[in-house]
């Protein structure tokens, strides 16, 4: 029952995106021992014995990144799981910072249902994470889904204390605005849905090549042109600045 876990990490790479969510069948509070993670919400349910949920993130520095460990010094079971997101932004991961508004409880319910948000991102890589605190086998399944399609991250239950279950599902949000509540069916009995947004790695900017002719063959004038490479083979070229007369700009410096 009490005492602490430790989940297993997935696959992963430099600047994954590493998400870790609990539930316990206790009040008692969740934080991680190992370093470098960071809180996102730990609240109590409502229901019988306030079970707690709670989710931790952290930007992988390697592909080798040590099992965190959830200090839990209750005497209700607890359970945990991992996932990893490739192609968050590696600034600001979420898109929408964590609010109450965002989750929602549900008592002596078969439905896990999440609160709302409003995105600003497009593709915003939307998640739903299910806590439930007892008697579920992993059979959730969207019934209100936001018109987007979910896929199962994770789903882990405990055999343990009430039979705790944590479960993480995404879905990508193509155009960003408001959306939620979203509602999964095959919790059992205390549940909580909360909803998150990460936010995915602005397309990386094309470098840009340029050619700069000056021409002085009359002996008098210093005729400058701008081309830009447009296929970045030096083949093919537009102008951005016309030809010109640097010699005859008064401001110019000797040339």
């Known amino acids: 029952n009490g005492g ?5 990490l997935p696959g992963h790479q430099t600047n994954d995106l590493l998400l870790c969510a609990a539930t316990s069948n206790d009040n008692t509070a969740h934080s991680v021992a190992t370093s470098g993670w960071t809180e996102v919400y730990q609240l109590a349910q409502t229901g019988s014995g306030n079970p ?15 099992n965190p460990t959830f200090t839990h010094t209750g005497g ?10 490739r192609g968050v932004d590696t600034t600001t991961p979420f898109d929408v910072a964590y609010a109450a508004s965002h989750y ?3 008592v002596n319910s078969n439905n896990v249902t999440s609160g709302s948000m409003t995105t600003v991102t497009p593709d915003a890589m939307m998640l739903f994470a299910g806590h439930i605190n007892n008697n579920n086998s ?9 018109g987007l399609t979910w896929n199962e991250s994770l789903c882990f239950e ?3 204390g009430a039979d705790e279950t944590i479960a993480i599902h995404y879905a990508t949000q193509a155009a960003a605005g408001a959306i939620g509540p979203i509602t999964f069916t095959g919790g059992n009995n205390d549940n909580r849905g909360v909803l998150l947004a990460l936010r ?8 840009h090549r340029y050619r700069v002719t000056v021409d002085h063959s009359n002996g ?5 042109t701008v081309d830009r490479d447009l296929t970045g083979t030096g083949t093919s070229y537009a102008t951005v600045i016309p030809t010109y007369d640097a010699k005859a700009i008064v401001t110019q410096a000797a040339v």
């Not at 602490?4 to 297993?8: E, S, Y």
């Not at 008098?220 to 400058?224: E, G, I, N, P, T």
Request: with cysteine; charged share 10%.
């Open 220 to 224: 008098v004038s210093a005729f400058v």
């Open 4 to 8: 602490n876990v430790t989940p297993t």
């Open 104 to 106: 929602a409880d549900t």
């Open 158 to 160: 405990s055999g343990l």
């Open 52 to 66: 707690r949920s709670s989710l931790f993130y952290k930007k992988a520095a390697s592909a080798a990144e040590t």
């Open 200 to 207: 995915p790695q602005p397309a990386a900017v094309a470098a």
């Open 138 to 146: 992993c059979s959730l399944s969207p019934s209100v889904t936001g």
């Open 76 to 85: 209700g079971g607890i359970v945990a799981g991992c996932a990893a997101f």
